[in-house]
């Protein structure tokens, strides 16, 4: 595992992390869960993104349950502004960014995270008009004065964003950025760079597309389906795909290379890639070991000219 100092917060991190939207997930042995947690611990992995919203904190309560053991730091980030129980919530109640809101929520998180602070509290997914209208700074301040939060920042809806966040003081950003959706290299990222803003890229794997698991042609059979697109944009995703499976050589998996390909740019700190088995998390975390090469990265680029 490499680590990285986490832009302004000063954090060591891998630079691979576990993305945990999945733990917990429903219908699956709640026993399945624990072990890819350790494992990830023993691979080097040092970091681990929630949120309180990932299946009704039931996420944050396995990171909670294996990182207390652990006798070595560990760091999480976790994210707020979403009702524990979204999926179930009525519309209106779905989001809320208030101060009321996160006062009420952190002494859960805290709880199921065991932990007395949080290392990244993280507003989740709200727009430019959500920030704006919000009196959630009065909490955060609060929050970060008395320590229960160290670093704060917002996962990005849009890079627009992620831009009013820099410009409002935040510590850290999780935004999106992969292979086939490069328009943060634009402003977003050298925007946090020259503020030394923390980056976690999340959904590195474009949702797992990048892997290359999927045939180009086929659509995705309905159990995988997960939030992953259908028809037409399906199929032009995938089509691009092909085009990038010169990246598949002995040593190099086309997951191992869409991360490398996060990692080579410079603002970014780490990864976030999301995995549900212990052979996925493998993999994934292999791609610490080493870079692209730049023959690779240019190809990349020219690629992307080209579509
Ligand atoms: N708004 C937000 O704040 C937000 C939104 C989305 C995600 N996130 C964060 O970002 C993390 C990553 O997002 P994500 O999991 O949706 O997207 P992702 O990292 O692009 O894709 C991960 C998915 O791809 C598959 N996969 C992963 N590694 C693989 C491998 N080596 N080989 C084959 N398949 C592999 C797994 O799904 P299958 O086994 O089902 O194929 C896994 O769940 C989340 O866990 C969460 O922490 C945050």
Redesign the pocket.
Known sequence: MRYCTFGRTGLRLSTVSL????LGDPGIGPEVWPPLVQRALELGVNFF???IS?NQGRSEAVLGQVTSRWPAPTYVST?VGFDIDWEAAAEWQKRDYSAAAIRRDVRGQLARLRRESIDMY?L??PTVADLERGDWQHAIDELKRTGVVKWFGI?T?SHESGIWAIEHGADLL?IEY?MLSRTAEDELLPLAQRENVGIMV???????L??G?FKLGEPIPAE?Q??RPTGERLQDRLQRIEQLRFLERPGQ?L?QAALRFVLAHPAVHCV??????I??LE??VAAAEADLQPEELARIRELHQEL
């Open positions: 993305g945990s939207n999945r993104d929630t949120s990932y994210k993280l989740h997914s996962s809806s999780q992969d999340r959904t590195p794997l474009a949702r797992g990048l892997t698991k995988q997960w939030r998996t997951a976030v890639p999301g995995a549900r088995t052979a996925q993999d994934n």
